[in-house]
């Protein structure tokens, strides 16, 4: 069984950082790729930042101020958010490519997602 537990969010002032973490917990062969999405109130949920085989994606919208980096050892991936504005206001996901040991290939997994309110 695969669970992606998440941590970090909260309440942020426009301007601040906030630093979310997601592990990958339970019995499982191997992680492909890790990243974050996220879902604002009346919107569609969108890619953030992927990390993969060394190499790093991010939406437009984040580049220069966010950071995605992970601990394979850990299993756990980070989103390292600065300069946030009102609009990176969401619930941010964190998703996994996951082979159990009882599959032949990679699934995908979510996390139950954390808030990130951003506001004065």
């Known amino acids: 069984q695969v669970q992606l537990v998440e941590s970090g969010g909260g309440l942020v002032q426009p301007g601040g950082s906030l630093r979310l973490s997601c592990a990958a917990c339970?019995?499982?062969?191997?992680?492909?790729?890790m990243g974050w999405y996220r879902q604002a109130p009346g919107k569609q949920r969108e890619l953030v930042a992927t990390?993969?085989?060394?190499?790093?994606n991010y939406v437009d919208s984040v580049l220069g101020r966010f950071t995605i980096s992970r601990d394979n050892a850990k299993n756990t991936v980070y989103l390292q958010m600065n300069s946030l504005k009102p609009e990176d206001t969401a619930v941010y996901y964190c998703?996994?490519?996951?082979?159990?040991?009882?599959?032949?290939?990679?699934?995908?997994?979510w996390g139950p997602g954390t808030e990130v309110p951003v506001s004065s």
């Open positions: 339970g019995s499982f062969r191997s992680i492909r790729a």
């Open positions: 990390a993969s085989a060394g190499s790093t």
């Open positions: 998703n996994a490519d996951v082979r159990a040991y009882s599959a032949l290939g990679y699934e995908g997994y």
